[in-house]
């Protein structure tokens, strides 16, 4: 079965310069999560966008901005990147059936290591 | 191929019952296991975490158990509160070297329904 696909796996930058990160939805997923979870610690939520919007924000950073395309994948820009942007992102896809009946598929992630 | 898997995938009971939900994994090396607790939409929030030496730890009403002979976990929520109702998601590490992308191996959730 088609998982959630994360591009690239592993991405290295320097201090102030800007990356993307990819997300390409399990096929016919409707929502996109992004997470960022630093060393030893729990996934903090970023941002999500269902049917293309803007559903909710969390802990995202004004340096760092997202959005979801027509064909669903979501990509994550962040710009100025500071050494502790360094993390692993995650993101999830799910389809939106109702309240509480929402599964969250993850992505395997990508390592962003800022030096 | 390292999996998690959880059951059931979705409960309803009254509020003020208990429950429990399972986690098996074939994760190796085993590195911890934790649960989390999910609103939709919103970030994950901790609610246990343990490793290989651990059986059993709480946290109010969760009370998380762990057998890693078996490789399985469950989650034990006493008194049910109507706030209980969210997911809740098993996720086992594994070693990797310098702890990767690849150390995390999520279970697709157990939908929890308080009703009054």
Not at chain 1, 43 to 49: A, D, G
Not at chain 1, 73 to 101: I, K, P, R, T
Not at chain 2, 77 to 100: F, K, P
């Amino acid at each position: 079965a088609a998982g959630v696909i994360q591009s690239p796996r592993h991405l290295i930058k320097e201090k102030r310069e800007t990356a993307t990160l990819k997300c390409y939805p399990i096929p016919r997923h409707d929502t996109v999560y992004w997470y960022q979870q630093g060393p030893g610690q729990d996934p903090q939520f970023l941002i999500s966008f269902y049917e293309k919007m803007q559903s909710d924000k969390g802990s995202i950073p004004d340096r760092f901005s997202a959005q979801q395309f027509s064909d669903y994948h979501s990509e994550l820009n962040m710009s100025s990147l500071e050494l502790g942007d360094s993390a692993l992102y995650f993101c999830a896809s799910s389809f939106q059936l109702a309240v509480y009946q929402e599964t969250q598929y993850f992505g395997p992630g990508t390592r962003l290591l800022v030096l | 191929k390292n999996q998690v898997e959880q059951s059931p995938q979705s409960l309803i009971i009254l509020e003020g019952k208990n429950c429990t939900l399972q986690c098996n994994y074939t994760v190796s090396p085993f590195s911890n296991l934790r649960w989390y607790k999910q609103d939709t939409g919103r970030g994950p929030v901790s609610l246990t975490i343990m490793t290989f030496s651990e059986n059993t730890k709480s946290n109010g009403r969760y009370t998380a158990t762990l057998d890693a002979d078996t490789k399985q976990s469950s989650l034990h929520i006493t008194a049910s509160q109507l706030s209980d109702s969210a997911s809740y998601i098993c996720v086992v590490s594994a070693y990797s070297r310098g702890g990767g992308a690849d150390g995390l191996t999520f279970g697709k959730g157990t939908h929890l329904i308080i009703q009054p």
